[in-house]
């Protein structure tokens, strides 16, 4: 092959790639330099982007800005955290308030009560709530007090589920699905988790029939990656009533369900009451900040009178973090904000317009492709298997979850750098969630984008 021909080969040469590099030159120069700091230069997984990631100055609603100048309609949306969008005006306010009277006390305050009272007006099920400053955190303190509740160990999880990257939930999420442990992470650990398929209640009625052992069931309610994979409604039902037999504990991961699936999160549309439920994102506003919550005879392990009168050993919970007080009056605001407002209605119409437009394209295009989600969610399943689908035939229960989430790496880098040269960003997962701050013409221009993103995709020979 002669130089002049391998250049003009888009598979070794790709145009995409080239816009991407030319509209973002700023946004390489940083990343040049952050890779001489930080692993990969990124300070999230999720951030990875080859050749890399834009680096954001400025965000206000459903938009963001680049170094470079470049707008974008944002559907990473703060890893779900902003279904108000960015800067909200009272949240910002609240913000600003509580910063000029002081970022950290060291002591008890009184937004600490008033975050407390934001999620039991939404959250029934919140008898009792312990502030941390991370899901990751809300999820390791769940299991904690599963297990010292119950006196089991082991814990049953679902393959492709995210529960955060403390060592317990690192095997059976992206890979090691045989539940080895991942490095760094001790074997005893692993040994302590069943992992089970996702939706297979044959599968969770055998594990606790076998083990006696299992303390807690946790998931992600709607199903791994805020319902990449979905989970039906019905099998929650039937968790929530063997977990009940069993008497084991049922643990919902509400880290992005929560105040996004509806105003009271998951739990509120599936009717369904867990025994324990963490939250994180929505929860503080997007400032940092997670929490537990859950039954009181559960949360009172972390009592100092309970577990004296009881004559047990208190779970002990620092966290120079917890309830931070700006976290806590940006959570304050925004719940209050959903509470009062249709907010979630809205986020929701959006996601849903924006699903049947882009299905549109797919169609016009005639690429055996879907998009697809609930609620403020979308997903883009780009058919690995080659399956004979329609956007409209498309049932993505009906799909194993491996295959849900096996994007083909090249496809999947160059869609997303496609998209953000048309203006818009995706998520990795080639998804995303809306936002209250999403209008009908950031979908508009979505959709669009998306077209002409595929016809780019198209030229570079990435499509049949």
Same mark, same amino acid.
């Given at each position: 092959?002669?130089?002049?021909?391998?250049?003009?080969?888009?598979?070794?040469?790709?145009?995409?790639?080239?816009?991407?590099?030319?509209?973002?030159?700023?946004?390489?120069?940083?990343?040049?330099?952050?890779?001489?700091?930080?692993?990969?230069?990124?300070?999230?997984?999720?951030?990875?982007?080859?050749?890399?990631?834009?680096?954001?100055?400025?965000?206000?609603?459903?938009?963001?800005?680049?170094?470079?100048?470049?707008?974008?309609?944002?559907?990473?949306?703060?890893?779900?955290?902003?279904?108000?969008?960015?800067?909200?005006?009272?949240?910002?306010?609240?913000?600003?308030?509580?910063?000029?009277?002081?970022?950290?006390?060291?002591a008890n305050h009184p937004r600490e009560i008033a975050w407390v009272r934001a999620i039991q007006r939404l959250v029934p099920s919140a008898e009792r709530v312990r502030f941390t400053s991370s899901g990751t955190e809300a999820t390791l303190m769940a299991v904690r007090l599963a297990r010292a509740f119950s006196g089991r160990s082991t814990l049953l999880r679902f393959q492709g589920h995210f529960h955060g990257w403390h060592d317990h939930m690192t095997a059976?999420?992206?890979?090691?699905?045989?539940?080895?442990?991942?490095?760094?992470?001790?074997?005893?650990?692993?040994?302590?988790?069943?992992?089970?398929?996702?939706?297979?209640?044959?599968?969770?009625?055998?594990?606790?029939?076998?083990?006696?052992?299992?303390?807690?069931?946790?998931?992600?309610?709607?199903?791994?990656?805020?319902?990449?994979?979905?989970?039906?409604?019905?099998?929650?039902?039937?968790?929530?009533?063997?977990?009940?037999?069993?008497?084991?504990?049922?643990?919902f991961d509400e880290v992005i369900t929560g105040f996004r699936t509806s105003r009271g999160g998951a739990q509120a549309a599936f009717g369904i009451r867990p025994d324990l439920s963490t939250f994180a994102k929505i929860l503080a506003g997007g400032m940092p900040g997670g929490a537990v919550a859950g039954r009181p005879e559960i949360l009172a392990l972390l009592d100092f009178k309970a577990t004296a009168a009881a004559g047990r050993e208190k779970i002990g919970?620092?966290?120079?973090?917890?309830?931070?007080?700006?976290?806590?009056?940006?959570?304050?605001?925004?719940?209050?904000?959903?509470? #009062?407002?249709?907010?979630?209605?809205?986020?929701?119409?959006?996601?849903?317009?924006?699903?049947?437009?882009?299905?549109?394209?797919?169609?016009? #295009?005639?690429?055996?492709?879907?998009?697809?989600?609930?609620?403020?969610?979308?997903?883009?399943?780009?058919?690995?298997?080659?399956?004979?689908?329609?956007?409209?035939?498309?049932?993505?229960?009906?799909?194993?979850?491996?295959?849900?989430?096996?994007?083909?790496?090249?496809?999947?880098?160059?869609?997303?750098?496609?998209?953000?040269?048309?203006?818009?960003?995706?998520?990795?997962?080639?998804?995303?969630?809306?936002?209250?701050?999403?209008?009908?013409?950031?979908?508009?221009?979505?959709?669009?984008?998306?077209?002409?993103?595929?016809?780019?995709?198209?030229? #570079?020979?990435?499509?049949?």
């Open positions: 092959m002669s130089a002049a021909t391998k250049f003009e080969d888009p598979r070794v040469n790709s145009r995409i790639v080239a816009a991407y590099r030319a509209r973002t030159a700023g946004s390489g120069a940083l990343a040049a330099e952050a890779a001489e700091l930080l692993p990969s230069g990124i300070a999230h997984d999720s951030r990875y982007l080859e050749p890399w990631g834009i680096y954001v100055e400025r965000a206000k609603g459903s938009h963001k800005w680049d170094v470079d100048g470049n707008r974008y309609v944002d559907y990473f949306g703060g890893h779900g955290a902003l279904i108000l969008g960015h800067g909200h005006p009272q949240v910002a306010a609240a913000i600003a308030e509580a910063a000029e009277q002081g970022a950290q006390f060291g059976g999420y992206s890979n090691h699905f045989d539940g080895s442990p991942t490095p760094g992470v001790l074997r005893g650990i692993t040994d302590k988790t069943v992992l089970v398929a996702p939706g297979d209640t044959d599968a969770v009625a055998a594990a606790l029939a076998t083990n006696p052992d299992i303390a807690a069931i946790i998931l992600e309610p709607t199903g791994s990656s805020f319902g990449q994979v979905p989970l039906r409604p019905s099998f929650l039902h039937a968790l929530r009533d063997l977990t009940t037999r069993h008497g084991v504990l049922l643990i919970h620092p966290g120079t973090f917890n309830a931070n007080p700006v976290s806590a009056a940006a959570g304050i605001a925004a719940l209050g904000i959903l509470a #009062e407002s249709d907010a979630n209605d809205v986020a929701s119409a959006r996601a849903e317009s924006l699903r049947a437009g882009m299905n549109e394209v797919l169609m016009r #295009e005639n690429l055996p492709w879907a998009v697809y989600g609930t609620t403020s969610g979308f997903h883009l399943f780009l058919n690995p298997q080659g399956r004979a689908i329609t956007p409209a035939s498309f049932d993505p229960h009906a799909v194993d979850f491996a295959e849900m989430k096996a994007q083909p790496a090249q496809l999947t880098n160059r869609l997303r750098l496609a998209m953000l040269v048309n203006g818009v960003d995706l998520n990795p997962r080639l998804g995303g969630f809306t936002s209250a701050a999403h209008s009908e013409l950031d979908i508009a221009d979505t959709v669009h984008a998306f077209g002409e993103s595929l016809r780019m995709l198209r030229a #570079e020979g990435e499509l049949a």
